[in-house]
């Protein structure tokens, strides 16, 4: 993960709901004129696997070669999307310099936060609108996006929670009950939120300058060494998956583990 210029989330959770404002995106574009986002000359094409996927994805927990193409097809133009459409929102489409992604403004919620962590919020919550749509028309009813999950107190398994439930619990009287939850961004999973197959997570870089390496998984400790465990095995645990469930979805880099 970049300290400096990372957008990876180091901020802590995320608000749920995101308020979009100035340029339409993709997404919004495909709720107003679903006939866009079919066939040669979409906004957001849907990849030639999808309708095989769709029909095939249904019956089984993992997904097919074909289902997990589309899938992660959808998601990469999703992620490339939302990091060009943001920058062209607040940044005149340029990338911020190193400078930029460390100076310091106001979040939405009144937080002082780096300009990279700002973006990194705008750039999920594009990200995550235009996956809601595009996994639709690949796996309706197998994706969950932003789900929360919660340990069970006795067994440990994790069990999803309703938004009402979340939105309960983030009162300040109860908030000791959301300790332990995670909550990716993508969900893949067979219908049934208990069944997870696949785990995606969008990570988004501020500066595109010295930029040799993508951003990494969050560590669970500020002073984590790079063996130390992070969000990836977070999630490994809570789903029971391998490593290879359990995947970055990064602007210009595409899929990584």
């Known amino acids: 993960m970049f300290v400096a210029v990372g957008l990876s989330g180091c901020a802590g959770p995320r608000p749920r709901t995101y308020a979009q404002q100035g340029m339409d995106s993709v997404s919004n574009t495909c709720r107003t004129q679903p006939a866009l986002c079919t066939g040669p000359e979409s906004v957001m094409p849907v990849p030639r696997a999808a309708q095989v996927a769709t029909l095939m994805a249904g019956a089984k927990l993992a997904l097919d070669a074909e289902a997990k193409q589309a899938v992660e097809s959808v998601l990469k133009k999703c992620a490339d999307d939302a990091r060009s459409e943001v920058l062209f ?27 990279a962590i700002w973006l990194g919020e705008q750039m999920h919550a594009v990200a995550l609108a235009c996956a809601g749509e595009g996994l639709e028309a690949v796996i309706p009813g197998r994706f969950s996006i932003e789900p929360t999950y919660r340990p069970a107190q006795r067994t440990g398994t994790f069990t999803p929670l309703s938004n009402e439930e979340v939105e309960l619990l983030k009162q300040p009287r109860f908030l000791y009950e959301l300790k332990g939850t995670v909550s990716p961004d993508v969900v893949i ?55 290879e469930q359990v995947l970055r979805v990064i602007p210009r880099w595409g899929i990584l583990r």
């Not at 069944?195 to 951003?215: E, H």
């Open 89 to 115: 929102r607040y940044q005149d489409g340029k990338d911020p310099t190193v400078a930029q992604c460390n100076e310091l403004v106001r979040n939405a919620r009144g937080e002082t936060v780096s300009r």
């Open 189 to 243: 999973h067979t219908g049934d939120l208990i069944r997870v197959s696949m785990v995606y997570d969008f990570k988004f870089f501020c500066s595109n300058a010295a930029t040799t390496s993508a951003p990494g998984w969050r560590p669970l400790s500020k002073s984590a060494s790079p063996t130390d465990p992070t969000q990836k095995n977070t999630y490994m645990d809570a789903f029971n998956l391998g490593p």
